[in-house]
């Protein structure tokens, strides 16, 4: 079966950086977009980043652009989520998650979903 497991959650203060990571097994993963969500306690969740199975077609959340950067490494299976100048309401759960083929900011597309890792920055 298709695994994703993911690593690197925890508590940060405010403008500082934390590095998520998920890793795969069990599905070819190259034919896979990779997305991060997120899901703020008591809110739905929502789309903050994607990245093409070539390390193209990279898209970001608005409230993220300029401070949070996605990537993957096709040889190892993992993709990264690196956040930097963290804000208070960027607490969350974060997810990794995979759609076939092409990206998508809808997390009703996504195939695969990983545990989920939870980021707490403190003000």
């Known amino acids: 079966q298709v695994l994703l497991v993911k690593s690197g959650g925890g508590l940060v203060q405010a403008g500082g950086s934390l590095r998520v990571s998920c890793a795969a097994s069990g599905l070819p993963f190259s034919n896979y977009a990779l997305h991060w969500f997120h899901q703020a306690p008591g809110k739905e969740r929502e789309f903050v980043a994607a990245?093409?199975?070539?390390?193209?077609?990279?898209d970001y959340a608005d409230s993220v652009k300029g401070r949070f950067t996605i990537s993957r490494d096709n040889a190892k299976n993992t993709v990264y989520l690196e956040m930097n100048s963290l804000k208070p309401e960027d607490t969350a759960v974060y997810y990794c998650a995979a759609r076939f083929l092409a990206v998508s900011r809808f997390d009703s597309g996504m195939i695969y979903w990983g545990k989920g890792t939870l980021v707490t920055v403190s003000s």
């Open positions: 990245i093409g199975r070539n390390g193209g077609d990279i």
